[in-house]
Each structure stands twice: as structure tokens, then as C-alpha cells.
């Protein structure tokens, strides 16, 4: 099984764009992760879902602090004007630099292997710089799923 029947294509960030428009794509295609391009529309970047929301909602004193944390701590949820104003800042805030990709004519082993390798969800399908899409954990879950349901050869 090669990597190109399990990307799922997406729209790509740009600068320019607000946050809340990046994480709209993220969260219509189902995936933790987008592409960032420059003006001549090269992969620069990427804005991940995990790490935003890491970085700008959750203190890291309450994360060293999660194994004993009870449900009874509203006071520091995340106030609705912080998220208000978080999601109209500019995406390039939050693009990391590392970029994840492979081509479409990778096996899936490589592709799970860069996946563990980076301690990542997912990566990117690029072939000659042409963008194809998203590669997850989850859709290589479901391939395998599907393959066994209709008795495919994986």
C-alpha cells in the first residue's frame, strides 16, 4: 500500500490569513494539520492544531499539574473574549517551521516510521513540490480497516 490513496486534500494556509480561517480547514477535512505557502505557493511551514492550542490556551502549570487536577477548576478555563480575540490574529503567529513530507508513491511503512520518528500525527503528500494532501494515522487506520473488511491485498 503506497501513501497516495490515503491523503486527504486541503486548502493551504497563506499569510495573511487569520487563525480562525486556518483552523476552519483543519477542522472541515478532519485533520490536525494544514500546509502554509509562501506567495509562489512553496511549502514554508504548517499550522498545527495541537501546538496552537498548546502554546496559547492552556498555561503549562496546569499541564504539569493534569495528573491531579480534579473537574471542578472553571477558573481557569479559557475566557470566550481570549478566544475571540486569539482567533483573529494573523496564522503567521503560529506557523512552525517544520515541515513533514513524503511523496505519493511512499509506502506506508515509511511514511508510519517519519511519523514516529518526528513524534507527529501526520504529514504531508508532496510530489515535485505539487501539494496532494494530508497522510494520518487515522486515514492509514481506516485504509487498513477497509482493506481487511473487503478482503484487499494491503
Known amino acids: ?28 477535512c478532519d485533520v490536525p494539520g494544514v500546509p502554509f505557502v509562501d506567495d509562489a505557493g512553496e511549502i514554508i511551514g ?5 501546538e496552537t492550542l498548546r502554546k496559547t490556551c492552556i498555561p503549562s502549570y ?7 487536577l480534579g473537574d471542578d477548576i472553571h477558573e481557569v478555563n479559557i475566557p ?11 496564522v503567521d503567529h503560529f506557523i512552525l517551521a517544520t515541515v513533514i513530507t ?4 511512499s509506502p506506508v511503512i515509511k511514511g508510519l516510521a517519519i511519523l514516529e ?5 501526520y504529514l504531508f503528500l508532496v510530489d515535485d513540490g505539487d501539494y496532494k494532501g494530508v497522510v494520518t494515522h487515522m486515514g492509514i487506520a ?6 481487511v473488511a473487503g478482503d484487499d491485498v494491503i
Open 1 to 28: 500500500m503506497i501513501l497516495a490513496n490515503l491523503a486527504k486534500p486541503t486548502q493551504v494556509v497563506k499569510s495573511g490569513m487569520t487563525l480562525r480561517e486556518a483552523l476552519d480547514i483543519c477542522v472541515k
Open 46 to 50: 504548517r499550522i498545527c492544531i495541537r
Open 62 to 68: 496546569v499541564v504539569d499539574a493534569a495528573h491531579v
Open 80 to 90: 470566550e473574549l481570549h478566544a475571540v480575540d486569539l482567533l483573529s490574529q494573523p
Open 102 to 105: 513524503v511523496t505519493s508513491q
Open 117 to 121: 520518528q518526528l513524534q507527529s500525527d
Open 142 to 147: 481506516q485504509r487498513l480497516l477497509e482493506a
